[in-house]
């Protein structure tokens, strides 16, 4: 790449979008690092920078307090940083130049970093360092615990939603919600594209979500019954988990898909047949390789209670973020 390229590309910084430069954000600054935390998330991350490296980290509060705005040498500054978890690495040296996201979540962790930018060399053409540096760092990448929960619910504010907040209040790590009704996830066509070929022909959100399941430690279904079943939109949703099956009995493939924990929360209006929507939901599970799946929790009769007011109900969602929060 030539010198006026680079620059052009070093020029292409990404902004600190305007609702973070509000005061969620609390700032410290020093020669060569910038760190960060975000009261609203309870999130500490920082970045490093020298000439030709640039690196982004998620760090605790201990580090943070440590930091100190003034008076504090780059190296020590940096030597307290990357003891954190690195989630980025940016290269621009004379032979090689690379980025490296070592963790997929690094915008949405770090929303306020001057991310840089340099070769855009990628997992599948890194250089021989950088292959033994995303080796060193798989570890690190690994250990923040991912929940994927599924939202089966049209209510912005229902039952449904009311006890995956209190999960979510509960749970280590982080975790992505996919709202069944509101994101952009077509039903399964039945094109058979995934007959014969890896992934799914539908370029829409769900690229992401697959993302996420193969990556990810837990997964939870949540869920209200329609006709003793889950809503139509979760099963539109779960339709598209067609491409793992296909890929077991038609191509004769395994995907890679990590082994996880699981659960199902149901709400239902009614006197309770949870029969039908757990065997679905296990079903659906099963498919993102989730076999170890807690017992259900469910909150019937909300016609007349609230599911957050039936206190057997949050006391299992109590007992399934002990489950999932579990390192067994
Ligand atoms: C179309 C439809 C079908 C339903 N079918 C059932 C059912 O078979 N059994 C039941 O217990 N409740 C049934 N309900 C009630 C909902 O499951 C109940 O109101 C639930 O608490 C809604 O959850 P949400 O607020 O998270 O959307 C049905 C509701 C609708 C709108």
Known sequence: MSTASRKKKKEKRIRIPAEYTESALH?????????CYDSERELYTAETFEAGYYDLYEINEEIFSKLKTKGMERREAH???NTGRHLYKSVSGCNSSYDIALDKEYMSLCPWADVQKTGEMWESELTDLAVAIFESEKQNREQRMKTLIFNGSPRVAGDTVSLIDRLTGLLDGEYKVVDAYRS?????MDCRYCWKKPGCAIKDEMQEVYRYIEDCD????ASPIYFSELTGKM???GSRLQTYFCSRFFRKEEVSIKPKKGAVILVGGGD???EKPYETACTLMHHMNCHNIYEVVCSFNTNKVPAIEDKKATEGIERIAKFLNSKE
Do not use: M
């Open 184 to 188: 952009n996830i077509s039903p399964c």
């Open 272 to 274: 309770g047949h949870i």
């Open 235 to 237: 099963l539109d949703v």
């Open 27 to 35: 700032f410290k600054t020093g020669p060569g690092w910038k760190a």
């Open 218 to 221: 837990n997964i939870v279904i």
């Open 79 to 81: 030597g307290l940083i």
